[in-house]
């Protein structure tokens, strides 16, 4: 069986790519040109995965590299040109005849008319795959559990905060792992998920106070939540040289967390799997040494 990623040097991406070959798949990567040379632990650098290099942008010198792909693992970051590009990578499905599993936004979020800009480009793309009426199967995550590290971290490490403008409402946070593991599934039985959109969240809907409660006691130490106003999270998401689409997307799909749309718990990831989601403590215990006492450089001058 060969399958081809698109996103495949993404934290999902790479996750898919393990799952497949350890189910002894053939994989096609496909990388921009500007990503330059990959490090050695990529799980693109494995012998069994064959490389691509193009740009969605221009699919015509890609299709010989996915004629023979029996499904099409298709993620883009959430950008401007998102449309485009993913209805550029359905297309490519399209003309070697491949099944598209693609990776959407929050289930309860994705609509014609939702507030979230990310969620209503997800929904456009999944209508131009209905609409060209390729089998498909769409995946729907919640909030990823590996935010909590890539965005909120370094503060915690630094003042003791964990800040988010998330409110007091629950969030069934998911582990990009088990949304991996969902997509490695389909992606090897398409058939057997074909017109099926799955919501993926955790076991637990979550808040943020007892994110940060869960922190102290394993940590040692106090952590403290601090619920940004818009205000706040603009400001704190511009010191983090993060772009202004980047804002709007991430403040509208906390609005909706605000006033509990993260809560539902869905039971697709066992289901698909077999195995239960992972729960927030575990991820929180085995990722414990990002929230560590920062090196000396990360501690702002007195």
Request: overall charge negative.
């Given at each position: ?125 999944q ?7 390729l ?7 919640n ?43 389909v ?38 939540y ?21 804002t ?11 006033e ?43």
């Amino acid at each position: 069986m060969s399958i081809f990623i698109v996103g495949a040097s993404g934290n999902i991406g790479q996750r898919v790519v393990r799952a497949l070959i350890a189910r002894g798949v053939s994989v096609t990567a496909l990388v921009r040109d500007a990503e330059g040379e990959l490090p050695p632990d990529s799980a693109l650098a494995h012998p069994e995965v064959r490389l691509v290099r193009g740009d969605l942008r221009d699919t015509a010198p890609l299709r010989a590299a996915a004629r023979g792909s029996e499904s099409m693992f298709v993620l883009t970051p959430h950008n401007p040109e998102q449309i485009q590009l993913q209805n550029a990578a359905a297309d490519l499905a399209a003309d070697v005849g491949a099944h598209v599993v693609k990776v959407s936004s929050w289930g309860p979020a994705v609509h014609e008319d939702s507030p979230v800009p990310g969620a209503r480009r997800h929904w456009i793309t999944q209508q131009h795959i209905i609409s060209r009426g390729l089998p498909h199967t769409f995946l729907c995550p919640n909030y990823f559990m590996q935010v909590l590290i890539n965005r909120y971290a370094g503060e915690v490490r630094r003042s003791g905060v964990l800040v988010s403008p998330a409110g007091l409402r629950g969030i069934s946070m998911v582990d990009a792992q088990d949304v991996a593991d969902v997509a490695a599934c389909v992606l090897t039985e398409p058939e057997k998920h074909d017109g099926r959109t799955y919501t993926l969240s955790g076991p637990a809907a979550v808040t943020y106070p007892e994110i940060a409660a869960q922190l102290s006691a394993l940590l040692g130490r106090e952590v403290r939540y601090h619920d940004q106003t818009e205000e706040e999270f603009a400001t704190w998401m511009a010191s983090e040289n993060r772009l202004d689409w980047e804002t709007d997307h991430a403040a509208a799909i906390f609005r909706l967390y605000r006033e509990g749309i993260g809560e539902q718990v869905t039971d697709h990831v066992r289901s698909v799997t077999g195995h239960a989601p992972r729960t927030l403590t575990d991820f929180l215990d085995n990722n414990l040494h990002h929230f560590l006492t920062p090196d000396p450089k990360e501690v702002p001058a007195s």
